[in-house]
């Protein structure tokens, strides 16, 4: 093997190695039997969520993982691989891949990483059924507004009885 080779090889890996650093979640899936309109259509809707999704050899996955301090992930580095990272929302790729497995029989969630841990498909599952973000953020909010809407609410109810106590 040239040594041109193996420096592109090499820095085929690093790039790998700083998606796993960059990313707060990453979601393997195999992807045989998928058909082209299907993965045109699924990479769109993980590119309007910030997600990036590639098909990487599995040898760069394997050493990359190893690079980047995942240990686990082997077993899911066999096949047809194809890994989504996702930046910023932890819960984006698990989700959007869940939908898509749910309807397309031949995707398949192998396994991934959620913020720096290795996670199994039944966690990636898990974590597909959770809320985005935002909903998250608005739930919180709505729990965090109720103990002042009560107050609110007493303080009415109390002006209204002295009025009607005046009368």
Do not use: H, W
């Not at 707060?24 to 969520?49: I, P």
Request: proline residues 2%; charged residues 30%; aromatic residues 4%.
């Amino acid at each position: 093997m040239s040594k041109e080779i193996i420096t592109k090889k090499a820095a085929a890996v690093a790039e790998v190695v700083e998606k796993f650093n960059d990313a707060v979640s990453c979601v393997v899936v195999d992807y045989r039997g998928v058909t082209v309109e299907q993965v045109t259509e699924l990479r769109k809707e993980l590119r309007e969520a910030g997600v990036e999704m590639r098909v990487i050899k599995n040898t760069y996955l394997k050493r990359a993982a190893d690079k980047a301090g995942y240990e686990g992930l082997d077993d899911v580095f066999a096949g047809p691989t194809a890994i989504a990272f996702s930046k910023e929302d932890v819960v984006a790729p698990a989700r959007i891949l869940a939908k898509f497995a749910k309807d397309i029989d031949a995707l398949k969630i192998k396994g991934g990483m959620i913020e720096g841990k290795v996670a199994s498909l039944e966690e990636i599952n898990a974590l597909a059924t959770l809320p985005s973000r935002e909903g998250l953020l608005s739930m919180l909010l709505s729990v965090l507004q109720a103990p002042v809407r009560n107050v609110a609410y007493a303080v009415k109810a109390v002006a209204e009885s002295k009025d009607g106590d005046a009368a």
